[in-house]
């Protein structure tokens, strides 16, 4: 690595070193020996309302420095845990966005609700603290389902929401679509259930603070996927103090998949009590509080139709579903389910005509936000699913009717039904790449073989694409140094591999060896722009950002150059680190010239966050009939993911993807009580994670249609794999299954489901 890279070039992570040797700067371990331990006192409740909360014994235990409740909070005025992006109903109204306060005012709305933060020297001391603490409730009733929910005469979890409806969501031609179906030589037609789902990275969520008196100043860090978002949230719309009067600071992340990126109370509450404490404090959640206290995902009920031809070819889709958003409206929640699904329904495939309707509905639980995927993986299953059971209700093969109905080449930029533009792919040779690749020729001798020794085997195709999202306040700092480079971004890597993606494209634009480049991330006191990263957005944000702040490095040297070297700025060329006087041997190195004169270069994020990176699928299964066991044997990605930057950490994010989805669409669940509201799967006795002997070896490719909404042709592909390896999975297995009569299973397809199918 010790000479410029170029685009395209696979290097091992920079950052590996540090994590594998134990040199990590994750927030619990950074955190000073004296600072004061927190613990959140959190409703046992689904419902309730809070009669009363009796501190005094609490407050006398020993080592307590504060207990503070709702009635603090309320006293200093702080504020509401806004969403910032926003659905409306066909009228045009907002979404229904009740307050969601740090400490929840007279009555609890999950298993969860903070109702009381203990300050104390040590956690044991917080622990006991809390024993002693008294809090009165009055049981209400709970509804945990969004059908629960919906149904007349329900309780209410916010009094001043009729019905538990958060929004009538509907997007795409209502009169056009019934058109389509009203024409069909076909209708195929499908109801799924997408159970609720918890990421369990590796870091649980984690915050400790510091105060300076002199300057007034409180200092969070914090596990996080971008700190400017939440800072920005926390001085004006909660805390009400200025920008100049909190810092927050995210250093290394052990996972986030999307439930890092909203705004949190606990930092809010440790920020607020350190300056009224006027002493640091730190907290980290153990794996049960994770489970109660960050956002969950995909908790979706959805019936979805295809309508066909008599040819076979698509008309239309229509789905109606049911979302359910928890008790409260989190960061992006509104678009999650919705718009996820609109970006994403249409598929691969040229389909005419599109509505979706959805009714949203506030329940007792935790609230949903985005996790990898957004509200992609459900759609996808739900419309992939709905292509093998129309290919089988129409006597066709699953193969050729996607093949039937696959966008072209010539087809992009293809405008959806959906409302949204697909940017660039090449869907028929991503299919048939795919297909060669997994060798479906060789498929039915396979599946012979597996019958002969009792099993059952299927094969299941997954065409898919996500659609990149993101905030793009991005204004990148490069500062050339004597000895280095050191950039500023405002996206955060949990895990990615920022710090060698970054530097790579530095070095390409700048022929740097990546060695003398510094990636600085997550300080608002130091990076004032910054979206974060989600939306698998952050190679095109930053790395299109950085490579135009490069050009401006360049400029800017060049001018510098013709003055150290007596000039004029256009005799100077700048190639292989340094600026030389065209047709001449003099020259000046880049750091050369910085060691001179200080310089550097910026940029604001000049194109569009919007790619439509697209994959297929191809996954095979064994099933054993006796036990319902799935093994998943073979599965085959080939993915479009345009311009690559660095090919190993791009198979890095196509394993993870795949294992996630796979994970979700074979054991993961969140299981509420539907009478109590109680979580059944809040640990991982509970909560099922997929294993090293649940996955097989993975072979993955790509091919390469660079996207015309950035200059670099870049697509995001994190959230990809995760998007269509449900999808490939249940189709393998409802391909064993069909024969023996089963139809359909939902996620996720556990080995007793199975069985419970195959033994009605």
């Known amino acids: 690595m010790n000479a410029p890279l170029k685009l395209g070039q696979s290097i091992a992570r920079r950052e590996d070193r540090r994590f594998l040797t134990g040199a990590g700067r994750y927030t619990d371990d950074t955190a000073p020996d004296g600072a004061l331990a927190v613990l959140f006192v959190r409703s046992p409740h689904a419902h309730a309302r ?19 409740t709702a009635q603090d909070t309320a006293a200093d005025k702080l504020g509401h845990l806004p969403a910032i992006s926003e659905i409306k109903d066909e009228a045009g109204n907002r979404h229904r966005e009740p307050p969601h306060l740090p400490m929840p005012i007279g009555k609890v709305r999950h298993v969860g609700d903070i109702v009381a933060m ?60 019934e058109a389509a179906f009203a024409k069909a030589a076909h209708v195929a037609k499908l109801s799924i259930r997408s159970p609720r789902q918890i990421v369990h990275y590796m870091e649980t969520r984690a915050a400790w603070s510091a105060y300076d008196a002199a300057s007034d100043l409180v200092t969070v860090t914090f596990g996080s996927q971008g700190v400017q978002i939440p800072h920005r949230l926390m001085c004006e719309r909660v805390l009400n103090v200025g920008k100049d009067k909190l810092r927050l600071v995210t250093e290394d992340v052990g996972g986030g998949f999307g439930p890092k990126y909203p705004i949190y109370a606990e930092p809010v509450l440790i920020a607020w009590a350190t300056r009224k404490l006027g002493r640091g404090l730190r907290w980290a959640a153990d794996r049960a509080e994770l489970a109660l206290a960050d956002s969950h995902s995909r908790d979706l009920v959805a019936t979805g139709e295809l309508a066909l031809d008599a040819a076979g070819k698509f008309l239309g889709v229509r789905v109606k579903a049911e979302a359910n958003y928890g008790a409260y409206v989190s960061m992006f929640a509104p678009t999650i389910a919705t718009t996820g699904m609109a970006k994403v329904i249409s598929g691969l495939y040229r389909i005419p005509a599109i509505r979706l309707d959805f009714d949203c509905a506030f329940t007792n639980t935790v609230p949903v ?10 759609a996808l299953f739900l419309l992939e699913r709905l292509v093998d059971i129309a290919a089988h209700e129409t006597g066709r093969s699953p193969i050729e009717l996607r093949r039937l109905n696959l966008l072209q080449l010539g087809d992009m930029p293809y405008a959806a039904a959906s409302g949204y533009t697909y940017d660039a792919a090449d869907c028929p040779r991503l299919f048939e790449t795919a297909l060669s690749q997994a060798d479906v020729a060789g498929f039915e001798a396979r599946r012979a073989a597996s019958e002969a020794a009792g099993k059952r085997r299927g094969l299941g195709l997954s065409c898919h694409l996500h659609g990149t999202g993101g905030i793009a306040d991005e204004h990148v700092v490069v500062k050339v140094e004597p000895d280095r480079l050191v950039a500023r971004v405002g996206t955060q890597s949990q895990g990615q591999g920022h710090e060698t993606i970054f530097a790579q494209m530095l070095s390409a634009a700048l022929g740097v060896p990546v060695e003398r480049i510094e990636i600085h991330q997550g300080d608002t006191r130091s990076i004032q722009h910054g979206g974060g990263t989600g939306g698998s957005s952050s190679t095109i944000i930053s790395g299109t950002t950085l490579t135009r702040a490069a050009d401006v490095v360049i400029q800017r040297g060049r001018d510098l150059a013709a003055e150290r070297l007596e000039t004029a700025p256009a005799d100077i060329a700048y190639r292989d680190g340094a600026f030389e006087v065209v047709g001449t041997d003099r020259r000046v190195g880049l750091f050369e010239l910085a060691a001179w004169k200080a310089f550097g270069g910026d940029a604001v994020f000049a194109d569009k966050i919007e790619s439509f990176p697209t994959g297929v699928m191809v996954c095979e299964v064994e099933i054993d009939t006796d036990t319902g066991v799935t093994r998943i044997d073979r599965f085959t990605a080939v993915a479009d993911t345009g311009v690559v930057v660095n090919p190993r950490l791009l198979a890095g994010q196509m394993h993870g993807g795949i294992v996630h989805g796979l994970g979700n669409a074979l054991m993961e669940e969140a299981v509420y009580d539907e009478e109590t509201g109680q979580l059944l799967s809040g640990t991982l006795m509970d909560y099922a994670l997929p294993r090293a002997d649940d996955v097989p070896g993975l072979q993955v490719d790509t091919i390469a249609t660079p996207s015309p909404n950035n200059f670099l042709g870049l697509k995001g592909i994190g959230e990809l794999p995760t998007n269509g390896a449900p999808a490939a999975l249940g189709n393998a297995i409802l391909d064993a299954l069909r024969p023996l009569g089963v139809h359909h299973l939902d996620m996720p397809i556990t080995a007793h489901k199975v069985w419970k199918a195959l033994n009605r």
């Open 118 to 177: 203990i300050v104390a020297n040590t956690l044991d001391q917080a622990r006991d603290a809390a024993d002693m603490l008294v809090v009165e409730y009055e049981e209400l009733p709970a509804v945990v389902t969004a059908a629960q929910a919906l149904r007349a005469g329900a309780a209410l979890v916010h009094d001043d929401v009729p019905g538990n409806l958060m929004c009538r969501w509907g997007k795409g031609d209502a009169a056009a679509t």
């Open 369 to 378: 936000d985005a996790i990898r995927g957004a509200g992609k993986p459900e």
């Open 50 to 68: 809070i009669a009363g909360i009796d501190k005094e014994a609490g407050l006398a235990s020993p080592g307590v420095a504060a207990i503070y």
